[in-house]
């Protein structure tokens, strides 16, 4: 995947957590394991163990957050498109249902929220679609078939 969409909310919601990680979350684990080498020998030492555990993890997650930025772009409203874009809202008709779904990026993506990823079968079939377009989703309990009816 060469590029993360996210909102400019999502965006400092992750940046805070990163800044959050690498402030006050290190300088807490770094206590833990200082606190637990007091105890003596590390090789029975289960605070210690814990406290390494979570620091590999809050590494992890670090790096995982700065490779998200240096591939992440901002959504912007742009108003009113005539085609389905990432950061639209798009409103179809299953059947006698209509149904609102916001495209969003993976890291978005809440489907019990009506925001579904651009990377999801439903999401990829939206793109790049008009309104009147008849959108047709193969799902594992065959095919669905979506009018688009609006696109905001």
Known sequence: ?????????????????????K??????ITERLKHAKEYGDLSENSEYAQAREEQALVEARIFEL??????AVIIKKSGVSDKVVVGSTVTV??????????????????PEDG????????????????????VTVVTPGGPVSYQITKIE
């Open 66 to 71: 700065e490779e998200l930025f240096k591939k």
């Open 93 to 110: 008709k299953k059947n006698d249902q209509i149904i609102q779904y916001t495209i969003v990026g993976s890291y978005e993506a809440k």
């Open 23 to 28: 402030g006050a979350k290190r300088l807490e």
């Open 115 to 134: 925001k579904i990823s651009d990377e999801s079968p439903l999401g990829r079939a939206f793109l790049h679609h008009k309104v009147g377009d008849s």
């Open 1 to 21: 995947m060469d590029k993360y969409y996210l909102t400019k909310e999502r965006f400092e919601e992750l940046k805070k957590e990163l800044e959050e990680l």
